[in-house]
């Protein structure tokens, strides 16, 4: 651990140990309630008018879940009001910006390219990847995190990577762990989670906090209305900076696939596949990593317990999806052969997407699969037996997604 780390470490405990004495005397602060949080975001970003997005609901849904469930510490309850305000100044910032051009609403977000698939499995390889084709369009950390309320001049957007780097520094320094299962930054490509989080509708915050009435709210009722967030929200991006071939990423896709494709009838989707008794002990570690910076009771048992039915829910709800949609609009891809023949594998993919795979595209797929070796910030390790996991019943759980795609299933 660094010097900043330890010394970070310090002044966290130090600010939660305050905290708790605060909450046995009845007071929690800072205050999670809409009203003050939509007063702040107005103070800052100067502006009053959100739009008509219907957001009350999924705010106040999330806040109580905050409250009920998520025991955060007085780090997570500062961390958390910052994220919403965060939030609700961008979507003042997006509305202004709406209003004052009609070229955002003259958008149209044609055949974008999905990836999706269980975490773990090699989306965010593969989305890198693509990513580097400087043909492809992708959604950037910073634009995604700071999407509208400055200038599109290179001073402007300079000031907001550094303002993304800054933040993203204060997140690996609180949960240091993090950058061993998941890489960030502000140049990196961002998950559709982060893109749809603006509308309070997405997995984003059951990942991070404990709020298991919000994701069951999320799950059964918000993938319509989130979807039109991100629509709206890629028209923003591309009216600042132009994008014929949109590819986007988020295993929780797996959550709304049929909305999704409501949305974007024209959408194509490229599924990952991997053993899944391989990768949810990861996901919950993950999960656990991320609550433990912001909460003192996150079990990884009780968190394992829960992504485990989340996720095979999620998979089951996907396979009915595409038992009654076009099967030409699906490409699937085994994690193995990914990280065995990458470049392969992208020959494969381009060419059921039609595209050309351009010598400038594969130097700079070349160069990235050297600058970015497997386990780059240490190995992230972990076993099903750590989160109280039995293989039999992970196995059965998944055993109709294995069926289906043939994924051969880790026996020891």
């Known amino acids: 651990m660094s010097l900043a780390d330890t010394l970070t470490s310090a002044a966290v405990g130090t600010l939660n140990r305050g905290g708790r004495v605060l909450q046995r005397a009845g007071i929690a602060t800072p205050v999670l309630r809409p009203e003050a949080l939509v007063a702040a975001a107005k103070r800052r970003a100067r502006l009053e008018n959100f739009g008509d997005w219907p957001i009350e609901e999924p705010l106040e849904r999330l806040l109580n879940a905050y409250e009920r469930e998520a025991d955060l510490t007085t780090l997570g309850r500062i961390t958390v009001r910052e994220l919403l305000v965060s939030l609700l100044e961008n979507l003042l910032y997006l509305e202004q910006e709406r209003l004052a051009s009609s070229n955002v609403e003259r958008q149209t977000i044609d055949a974008p390219v999905f990836i999706i698939g269980l975490p773990r499995t090699g989306t965010t390889l593969l989305h890198g990847l693509i990513a580097q084709d400087p043909a492809t369009r992708i959604p950037l950390t910073w634009e995604v995190m700071f999407p509208a309320g400055y200038s599109e001049t290179p001073e402007a957007i300079e000031r907001i990577r550094q303002r993304t780097d800054a933040r993203l520094a204060w997140a690996n320094r609180l949960a240091p762990a993090f950058r061993r299962i998941h890489e960030i930054g502000a140049d990196l490509p961002q998950e559709c989670i982060a893109i749809m989080a603006q509308g309070f509708a997405s997995i984003q915050f059951h990942t991070t906090h404990n709020v ?201």
């Open 212 to 412: 298991p009435s919000y994701q069951d709210w999320f799950e059964r009722e918000a993938q319509e209305f989130g979807y039109a967030i991100h629509y709206r929200f890629l028209q923003h991006l591309q009216a600042r900076r132009a994008g014929d071939r949109w590819v986007l990423k988020a295993p929780g896709h797996l959550f709304g696939l049929d909305a999704l494709l409501d949305r974007y009838p024209d959408a194509r989707i490229i599924q990952t596949h991997r053993d899944p008794l391989r990768v949810i002990g990861s996901i919950a570690s993950l999960s656990t990593v991320l609550r433990r910076a912001f909460s003192d009771s996150a079990n990884p048992k009780q968190i394992a317990a829960d992504w485990c039915r989340r996720w095979s829910n999620a998979l089951g709800r996907c396979l009915d999806t595409r038992d009654h949609r076009p099967a030409e609009r699906f490409f699937d891809i085994a994690y193995t052969e990914l990280v065995a023949t990458p470049l392969a594998t992208m020959e494969r993919l381009y060419e059921f997407l039609g595209w050309r795979l351009s010598s400038e595209a594969r130097a700079s797929m070349e160069r990235f699969l050297s600058e970015n070796p497997r386990n780059k910030h240490g190995a992230h390790r972990y076993a099903l037996s750590d989160f109280g996991l039995d293989r039999a019943i992970v196995t059965q759980r998944f055993a109709r997604y294995c069926e289906r795609f043939e994924i051969p299933v880790d026996s020891q």
